[in-house]
């Protein structure tokens, strides 16, 4: 079935550096996909729609510029987290809908997660 | 606006006893999905059941079974005979159709201890 996919699951990374997570569709093609951040003991919070061919959407917040999103491909999204530090640890998951798929709701897939450590 | 509350912050039972998780959600939009979804330590979000706004029909599944009332804005989850395993945070979602059914909005979580 279709399936999302992140990489890398865990990167640690220096203070001040940036690290980039992608985030794949395997199966089908995703016109749009969504970006969450999950802190420790916390619900996952929706940071930004990432739309294939134009810029993503931040919801309120999200520093746009901190969080880099690129969609470049109908398969593939990153999220780059420039300069972080070691609040910007935590858990970040991406999602995205198979446009294809009969009916609505269910079709949309999260891939597994990755965790980033900023020491 | 949009809005999933789960009251309970974390729950802790005895193996083999019944336990019901709550979920209120708040949405002005008529057409919506509930989910409930299960994160174990390895966080991996684990999809358990969606729920068309318009289908009030409990549902039933294994141990897992749902009781979705539209009067009272709930989507209850129980667990009946629980196990070591089912020990996992538990969400509750909601997505609605003025955004395509694409974002999906979280409740807080309840963490569930199974305790053998």
């Known amino acids: 079935g279709a399936v999302v996919s992140q990489h890398p699951s865990r990167v640690i990374c220096k203070s001040g550096t940036s690290v980039k997570i992608e985030c794949r569709s395997l199966?089908?093609?995703?016109?749009?996909m969504f970006w969450y951040r999950q802190f420790p003991k916390q619900s996952l919070m929706l940071m930004a729609t990432?739309?294939?061919?134009?810029?993503?959407?931040?919801e309120q917040g999200v520093e746009k510029d901190k969080f880099l999103i690129n969609h470049a491909s109908l398969t593939l999204s990153t999220l780059t987290v420039t300069s972080a530090h070691p609040e910007d640890s935590s858990f970040y998951i991406c999602?995205?809908?198979?446009?294809?798929?009969?009916?609505?709701?269910?079709?949309?897939?999260f891939g597994e997660g990755s965790w980033l450590t900023v020491v | 606006a949009q809005k999933v509350t789960q009251a309970q912050t974390e729950i802790s039972v005895v193996e083999k006893e019944d336990v019901t998780l709550d979920c209120v959600y708040e949405t002005r939009d008529t057409t919506y999905y509930l989910f409930w979804y299960k994160q174990p330590p390895s966080g991996e979000l684990v999809f358990l059941i969606r729920r068309n706004s318009f289908d009030e029909q409990n549902e039933i599944s294994g141990r897992y079974s749902w009781n979705f009332q539209k009067s009272t804005s709930s989507f209850n989850f129980t667990i009946t005979a629980s196990q070591v395993v089912d020990s996992a945070v538990y969400f509750c979602?909601?997505?609605?159709?003025?955004?395509?059914?694409?974002?999906?909005?979280f409740g807080p979580g309840t963490s569930l201890s199974v305790i053998p």
């Open positions: 999602s995205a809908r198979d446009p294809l798929a009969g009916g609505e709701g269910n079709t949309i897939y």
């Open positions: 199966d089908f093609q995703a016109t749009t």
């Open positions: 990432s739309n294939e061919g134009s810029k993503a959407t931040y």
């Open positions: 979602a909601l997505s609605e159709w003025g955004t395509s059914y694409d974002k999906v909005i």
